[in-house]
């Protein structure tokens, strides 16, 4: 709850009251039974007749007034109805700095409800304490328009000003949330709500903790801007759509911009939620803020974004500077010296001074160039120290000229007109005191009061039972004297126990009044005799002390002045030898740096042409190296590929010997007798000799051997064909690992091993080829022999085994010469 300058003691009494009223009551009413009489007491018709009773009692005192809309309220807590206030604030809450005339006195018409803080045993709002749409949308625009219009100038009057609306908008929220208002009213003035947040989190950014409390304005915002997304939410269910959400669905992303959770929940609004300006610039930033990128950052700001978009981003300057304080830092610059003026644009600084401030905290070294004069600051990731302290927060000059002329209420309603409307309040007392005019005890008494008014048993309790019908009537008889007689002791145990509470009630009061009379006036009235004292004498005192200070003050002005002329006097002398001295030290000190920056510049071109030859060299023989590589890798491919024919034709040779041993023991179990059916029995019978006939038969077996050869041939050729296309992708792809792999080989000495290491292998493989083709010759040789015995018998095999021999020869010589 807001406190109110102790300037006016006048008006907090009645709130301190109203505290300890309730306090009283929480007291005395701890039992259940207590509380369960409260309830069941009186009914609706015994409460109008006891409110009426009210009418015509005289109150003299503002406390005895308070008293009496207590007793009201208290009464009133039995029943619920719509909103009924039409007042800006109920009769008990109207005392504010901002809600009186210039001269102290309370303005009635310029009251606001205040906020209460939900609590548990807080009881449930009465009809006249909430406020219909259009009262509260009337409050808005009196706060907006009216309030929010005149900004003191001072801190003390900026906080104040600030706890005033900040505590009247909460209410205005809590109402909303209190009747579940969702319409066109309730969203409006959420929106206010939210952009007197966002305002407030810029333009009171100087003030201490204790004058205003950023977090809490943030934690506000969030809230307001929690109950906005649940009412667009809900509204746009019935197909109703806002032309602000775009707005302030940005709003929510640029509060959450170090959340990586927010770009999801952006994905959820719709199509042309997503596709408006302020949403696209919002993820933009979002997009800046987690990468770093904190030129793009400011630069969105000052060419794309709106007021109140850079007064809610503005609580991340400080983090976006220091990240780029640490980028500067580990980035490289020539002797570790960056310009301030490019630091002060880029990282959106009003001028050097605000700059320099920053950099203070970082403990930054800065100068200026001697051959432009450009003022440098010298920075390093070796130097760079954490912040000191957290840089404070400092109004900006080009947000503020975003505003481009708009009034606050202006900016707060979004650019629309706001009318003021103030209304006469309503009094429910008259000039004397007298309880007259009460428009919500007439609306209850005109709602309730029917009920039962002819009677005047106010404090009797009736309960109804209903009790199974029984055919025996001495049964039913007795029950009903039971019930009666049960009845009967409750209702007397019950006014018992309100009659003792009523009591207990009526002496606490007297006895507070009695001793607040008899002890704590007279004791009140020493008190204030005893100050009115001690401030005489303090007054007495602080004269003497001031005259006394202004003596010694005229004292040492005399003696400052004759000390200050010996000083001068002094310090000249010494200054004319220093600078000389100085001049001299300098003048040295800069014939040494250009000497050095001299014998830099030289040792650096020295240094680039040696490196230059080196590497030249250095590449050429890394070229010649791979081209020599290459050409060993290509005959090594070569002599592989040929390798596997051979070992395919070894299996070959293998298969057919044990074929054709198998079928010469075959044979060899025969007598040398041609079949009935051969043809050279049908021949020699037909006149030819046995010369001929064998010569014949052996025509028709080259014949076969031909076609053989021939069909050998073109399958040869269709291998080699898809051999050669095999060989050139192998050799590319050997080609490209073969030289990544030799460029990487850590010296010149393992690269010469490897190169002599694979000229072994490929001779050793050559070898193996060779005695493959020396072996195949013996076997010809061996087998021949052989064959001549039985050619005439095994003429085809012969010739056929004969001409793979050959090739195969054929096939490893040209590998060899290859």
Avoid at 460 to 476: D, G, R
Avoid at 554 to 581: A, C, G, R
Avoid at 747 to 762: A, G, W
Wanted: proline letters at 3%.
């Amino acid at each position: 709850m807001r406190t109110v300058e102790p300037s006016r003691p006048w008006a907090r009494e009645p709130a301190v009251k109203e505290e300890n009223v309730p306090k009283l009551e929480r007291h005395t009413d701890n039992t259940k039974v207590e509380s369960v009489t409260e309830k069941v007491l009186l009914p609706k018709g015994a409460v109008a007749r006891q409110l009426k009773r009210m009418i015509g009692r005289v109150c003299e005192t503002d406390y005895d007034k308070y008293q009496l809309l207590d007793e009201r309220d208290r009464l009133m807590h039995r029943g619920r109805l719509k909103s009924t206030d039409v007042d800006n604030a109920t009769v008990m809450q109207r005392l504010s700095a901002y809600e009186c005339h210039d001269d102290g006195s309370i303005a009635p018409e310029l009251t606001v409800k205040e906020y209460s803080r939900s609590a548990a045993d807080q009881e449930e709002p009465l009809p006249h304490e909430l406020r219909p749409a259009d009262v509260l949308q009337r409050t808005m625009n009196y706060l907006v328009g009216k309030i929010a219009n005149h900004v003191p100038e001072t801190d003390e009057e900026l906080a104040q000003w600030y706890d005033f609306l900040w505590n009247r908008t909460r209410a205005i929220r809590k109402d909303i949330t209190q009747q579940m208002m969702v319409n066109e009213t309730a969203v409006t003035l959420i929106e206010q709500c939210v952009r007197l947040h966002i305002f407030a989190s810029h333009r009171l950014c100087e003030l201490n903790f204790n004058e205003f409390d950023q977090k809490m304005n943030t934690e506000n915002l969030s809230k307001s801007l929690q109950s906005l997304r649940y009412l667009y939410d809900d509204l746009a269910k019935k197909g109703v759509h806002y032309s602000s959400e775009a707005e302030f669905r940005a709003y929510e992303i640029m509060l959450n911009l170090s959340d990586s959770n927010v770009f999801r929940q952006a994905l959820t609004y719709r199509r042309e939620i997503l596709e408006a300006g302020s949403v696209r610039l919002a993820i933009r930033l979002f997009t800046c803020l987690q990468n770093q990128n904190y030129v793009r950052f400011f630069r969105l700001l000052k060419n794309d974004a709106t007021y109140l978009q850079c007064c809610l981003c503005h609580r991340f300057f400080n983090r976006m500077r220091h990240q780029a304080m640490y980028a500067i830092s580990h980035s490289i610059f020539i002797m570790g010296k960056y310009p301030v003026n490019k630091f002060v644009q880029l990282l959106g600084f009003d001028d050097r001074d605000a700059s320099l401030q920053f950099l203070g905290c970082y403990n930054v070294r800065r100068n200026n160039d001697m051959d432009t004069g450009e003022e440098l600051m010298h920075m390093s990731k070796a130097q760079l120290i954490e912040s000191i302290e957290e840089p404070p927060s400092k109004i900006h000059l080009w947000i503020e000229a975003k505003r481009d002329g708009y009034s606050i209420p202006e900016v707060l309603s979004g650019c629309q007109d706001v009318e003021v409307e103030i209304v006469t309040p309503l009094n429910s007392f008259d000039r004397n005191g007298t309880y007259l005019f009460d428009v919500v005890l007439d609306n209850y008494i005109n709602e309730n009061g029917g009920e039962q008014l002819t009677t005047d048993e106010d404090e009797t309790v009736t309960f109804a039972f209903t009790l199974p019908q029984k055919e025996n009537n001495a049964i039913s008889v007795l029950a009903e004297k039971l019930s009666d007689e049960i009845i009967e002791g409750e209702v007397t145990r019950l006014c018992k126990l309100v009659y003792s509470k009523s009591l207990a009630h009526l002496l606490t009061t007297v006895l507070y009044d009695s001793i607040l009379e008899d002890c704590l006036k007279p004791c009140c009235q020493e008190v204030m005799i005893v100050a009115k004292l001690l401030h005489r004498r303090k007054l007495a005192a602080d004269v003497a002390k001031q005259r006394e200070d202004e003596i010694r003050l005229l004292l040492d002005s005399l003696n400052k002045s004759i000390l200050d002329e010996v000083i001068d006097t002094f310090i000249q002398d010494i200054s004319k030898k220093w600078i000389i001295k100085c001049q001299r030290v300098h003048n040295e000190e800069l014939i040494e740096d250009i000497g050095k920056s001299f014998l830099n510049d030289l040792l650096a071109g020295v240094l680039i042409k040696t490196v230059r030859k080196i590497a030249e060299k250095e590449i050429e023989e890394g070229v010649n190296y791979v081209k020599q590589r290459l050409k060993d890798i290509n005959e090594r491919l070569d002599k592989l590929w040929l390798k596997q024919f051979v070992n395919r034709w070894r299996e070959q040779i293998a298969y057919r010997k044990e074929q054709e041993r198998k079928k010469l023991e075959l044979l060899g179990s025969f007598p040398v007798i041609l079949p009935a059916k051969s043809g050279l029995i049908f021949r020699r019978r037909d006149g030819y000799s046995l010369d001929e006939a064998l010569q014949l038969d052996c025509s028709s077996l080259l014949f076969e051997q031909k076609i053989n050869a021939f069909i050998k041939k073109r399958h040869g050729r269709i291998a080699r064909k898809v051999l050669m296309k095999w060989r050139l992708w192998t050799h590319l792809q050997i080609e490209k690992r073969e030289f990544f792999t030799s460029t990487y080989t850590s010296s010149p000495l393992k690269r010469k091993r490897l190169h002599s290491n694979n000229n072994n292998i490929i001779a050793k493989e050559n070898d193996d080829i060779r005695l493959a083709a020396a072996l195949a010759d013996m076997e010809c040789e061996r087998l021949k022999p052989f064959w001549a015995t039985n050619q005439i018998r095994n003429g085809f095999y012969f010739t056929k085994i004969s001409i793979c021999f050959i090739e195969c020869k054929n096939v490893l010589l040209s590998a060899l010469i290859d």
